[in-house]
């Protein structure tokens, strides 16, 4: 299949996952979530993959949710939309080990999604954080077990 926000290569049975969005620094939006789910969902379910590496680049593992897509949102529409609960969801519900390989920045829902990984290889330029804490607002992760 065909993605427009990332890359899949598949060989000697591992599936490669990379986030491809540099001018957002890998910003998760509901495009890239979408596509994930599905590029996730289509190698658990081939025979031929064992264990899939999901990364981002140098750069950025990925920089967080992409704050132009949430800015028109309010609390309400974000909670009641359940924005990106559904694609997590399949990130979860994967069975093959997920390994998440960071460079750069993996910061709130980038740090996040590494987490939901089985493991994590971090490369020595790996910056992980939870920035909205200082606008007030508590990490996904939080929220879904409160």
């Not at 060989?11 to 495009?31: F, G, T």
């Given at each position: 299949?065909?993605?427009?926000?990332?890359?899949?290569?598949?060989?000697?049975y591992?599936?490669?996952v990379?986030?491809?969005?540099?001018?957002?620094?890998?910003?998760?939006?509901?495009?890239?979530?979408?596509?994930?789910?599905?590029?996730?969902?289509?190698?658990?379910?081939?025979?031929?993959?064992?264990?899939?590496?999901?990364?981002?680049?140098?750069?950025?593992?990925?920089?967080?949710?992409?704050?132009?897509?949430?800015?028109?949102?309010?609390?309400?529409?974000?909670?009641?939309s359940?924005?990106?609960?559904?694609?997590?969801?399949?990130?979860?519900?994967?069975?093959?080990?997920?390994?998440?390989?960071?460079?750069?920045?993996?910061?709130?829902?980038?740090?996040?999604?590494?987490?939901?990984?089985?493991?994590?290889?971090?490369?020595?330029?790996?910056?992980?954080?939870?920035?909205?804490?200082?606008?007030?607002?508590?990490?996904?992760?939080?929220?879904?077990?409160?």
């Amino acid at each position: 299949m065909a993605y427009q926000t990332l890359t899949v290569e598949i060989d000697d049975y591992v599936a490669l996952v990379r986030l491809n969005r540099p001018d957002a620094l890998n910003a998760l939006n509901a495009e890239l979530l979408a596509e994930l789910g599905t590029a996730l969902e289509e190698a658990d379910k081939n025979e031929k993959v064992r264990c899939i590496v999901l990364t981002g680049s140098e750069k950025a593992f990925a920089a967080g949710a992409d704050i132009k897509e949430m800015s028109t949102m309010s609390y309400g529409d974000v909670f009641t939309s359940n924005l990106f609960g559904t694609e997590i969801e399949k990130i979860l519900r994967t069975r093959k080990p997920i390994i998440a390989a960071v460079s750069g920045y993996a910061l709130g829902g980038g740090c996040e999604l590494a987490m939901a990984c089985d493991f994590i290889i971090c490369g020595d330029t790996a910056k992980f954080g939870q920035p909205e804490i200082n606008l007030g607002v508590i990490p996904v992760s939080a929220a879904r077990s409160a």
